[in-house]
């Protein structure tokens, strides 16, 4: 598929996923590519537009990351972030040195509106600031067209050659109109139509895996989780009884999930497409008996996984095409796209390739964010409740329980969760918290109720406020909303008479118990 597109080369900066994604909001397709990246891939590419990101390096000292200049000549727009803009005026001839006064944070910016990047942007307007170093002089050719008390380059531009630097960042909420400029940037500089849009990408997709597919048959192991689903439902509009899913049900899955899994992909569901439903939670319970490590359950749960998965696959023979719900944060942190490498620490079906006879790999929503995975799920009619579900590790409740796990802990665990789930929802607050859940502790405390004494566990509240996963806070829930799902959990769910809520960020703690 052939779209107008803008790429971000990536100089190590840490915002360049938030980058494309922001681009993205402008309905402007975007790309993250490494600056190590060759000019006649660029090229190739034929990009509407060019972002340069930031970077914690010295644009002036010999080893820091760097693009021939030939790059400035290619007739494409280029926008320089940060670093990208102290890059861009320290190869086109300027002055970059270490700033006398370091600004960080919210700073009040004076903009020159005739600039077609700060079209209709406020005059004087708070942008988000984090340098050491600071142009001190522009490069020839280029007009300062912002600038701070103690930066005297805040931005400058050479509009006829349509390269523009920037010392903040745009792409980050603290700066006020930062989306605005960066709509500028695509529309006003590029000259963008704006043609990503989630209603074309879905049926341009469902077009290409048509091709694609032919009359081939389609396996995709289906975990209820977000990507997976909006993949799956994507397959079986394109391919519908073509496509077989299989839903391991390992008995450690929320409250009701299998369920409602089933009645989405189900036979009484809307697809018509090869449901497998397996129950497979004996299995797993009995290899988990007794198990109190946690390195040690994770790995019998997804070995597990893929042995029932084996044999499912196994019934259903050679299959032409296998569906995996990669999106593109993966595809970036796997290294191809970005220069900032994450080593991905967690698979939700790690190995499964290798278990399933197959020729090919269908990944549909290979270029989507997250975000924009819900779109797409929403457009294809998934529900509401399905696309917004919130991340769930692979290894489920096993790893939310501290402790070997049974069938009874499961179900303290699922009805406490459910409880919690719920309260969050009624109080408004599911949408703005990234993720929360209810963990079971392996502490018993004494307690009384009626007028007898019990002697049972405690269970664990948290929730967290995240962009990325890799850090978050504990949130700070209204006292009442804990209230309320603490009596409710004690007297709902057997067995625990005690409510602990987790106030720990990560670091130092980790989102998951295990
Ligand atoms: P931690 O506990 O490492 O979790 O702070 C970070 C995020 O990853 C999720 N998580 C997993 N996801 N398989 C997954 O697919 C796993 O084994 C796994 N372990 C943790 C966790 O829910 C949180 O969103």
Known sequence: MKRETVIVLDFGGQYNQLIARRVRECNVYCEIYSYKTDI???KEINPKG??????PNSAYLPDSPTYSKEIFELGVPILGICYGSQLMMHLLGG?????????????????DNSSRLFTDVS??????MSHNDYISKAAPGFKISAYTPDCPVAAAENEEKGLYAVQFHPEVLHT?????MLSNFVYNVCGCAGDWKMDSFVDESIKAIRAKVGDGKVLCALSGGVDSSVAAVMMAKAIGSQ???VFVDHGLLRKNEGDEVEAVFGPDGPYDLNFIRVNAQERFYAKLKDVEEPERKRKIIGEEFIRVFEEEAKKIGAVDFLVQGTIYPDVVESGVGGESTVIKSHHNVGGLPDCVDFKEIIEPLRDLFKD?????GLELGIPEYLVYRQPFPGPGLGIRIIGAVTAEKVKMVQDADAIWREEIAKAGLDREIGQYFAALTNMRSVGVMGDERTYDYAIALRAVTTTDFMTAESAEIPWEVIGRTTSRIVNEVKHINRVLY???GKPPATIEFE
């Open 176 to 180: 006020k109109e930062g989306k605005k």
């Open 123 to 128: 005059p004087k307007t708070i942008c988000w």
């Open 372 to 376: 924009e995975v819900r779109k797409a």
């Open 95 to 111: 002055t970059v040195e270490k700033a006398p006064v370091r600004e960080y944070g919210k700073i009040e910016v004076t903009v």
């Open 40 to 42: 006649e891939k660029i």
């Open 243 to 245: 496509l077989t899913c």
């Open 502 to 504: 987790d106030c720990t």
């Open 50 to 55: 060019i972002i340069f990101t930031g970077g």
